[in-house]
């Protein structure tokens, strides 16, 4: 009897040694996921920009993200990010500047909240979006949406917020007014045809050199 106690009670043990170590290797897991959000965090500063005047009145601003902080973003097209601006929480998209590099656009919501103006370092600290944010659909291609082949739609419905976010870039980065009515006609075949992504798009725009960060005000830029 005492054998077989004895017998029980060494299993039991083994039991809970193993549940104790798979305990401490799940906290080990733990706090290595927490250290990796941790290192992946980016924090760089940056000068912010007003873009050159187009005759029209501007209120917002841009930065140009330092080569080292783009290179450590996982995509050289656009990118979701969140992170705080001179402290201030934020999220938005990283737009690529057609050179492998990045730049943000802060509009004077965010500038006021960051308490900057144009021609000031500001210091940022980002991280990879954890969800991919649902894109604004320009207005013609929403009508055209909805004026499209009932299999577009449920493709369109059924695709990630990433791939529409690439749809979109690719049809408001056409330069003309006639090349953006184009693409959307082409967007809404593709979409019928079961397409989930525009075809040949450099989302990058550093082989077609179709995407650029904006020009800034030189006055700012002398500053």
Not at 58 to 84: C, D, H
Request: charge should be positive.
């Amino acid at each position: 009897m005492t054998n077989n106690t004895s017998t029980k009670l060494t299993k039991v043990g083994r039991r809970g040694d193993k549940g104790a170590a798979k305990r401490v290797a799940r906290d080990q897991r733990t706090r290595e996921l927490g250290d990796s959000k941790t290192a992946s965090k980016i924090r760089f500063s940056a000068t912010l920009f007003r873009p050159a005047a187009t005759g029209k009145a501007l209120s917002w601003t841009f930065l140009n993200l330092p080569k080292e902080a783009s290179a450590k973003l996982p995509s050289r097209s656009m990118t979701s990010v969140q992170g705080t601006i001179n402290g201030s929480p934020f999220q938005a998209t990283l737009e690529p500047d057609g050179q492998g590099g990045h730049w943000l656009k802060v509009d004077r919501k965010l500038r006021e909240a960051a308490g900057a103006e144009a021609g000031d370092v500001v210091t940022l600290e980002v991280a990879p979006a954890a969800e991919e944010p649902e894109p604004k659909v320009p207005a013609d291609l929403r009508k055209a949406l909805a004026a499209a082949a009932s299999k577009a739609q449920d493709v369109w419905s059924d695709i990630t917020p990433a791939a529409r976010r690439d749809f979109i870039h690719w049809i408001v980065s056409g330069k003309r007014a006639e090349t953006r009515a184009l693409r959307i006609d082409k967007a809404c075949d593709m979409l019928a045809k079961g397409k989930r992504r525009p075809c040949c798009f450099d989302r990058s725009g550093m082989y077609d050199k179709s995407l650029s960060c904006p020009i800034a005000d030189d006055s700012e830029t002398r500053r």
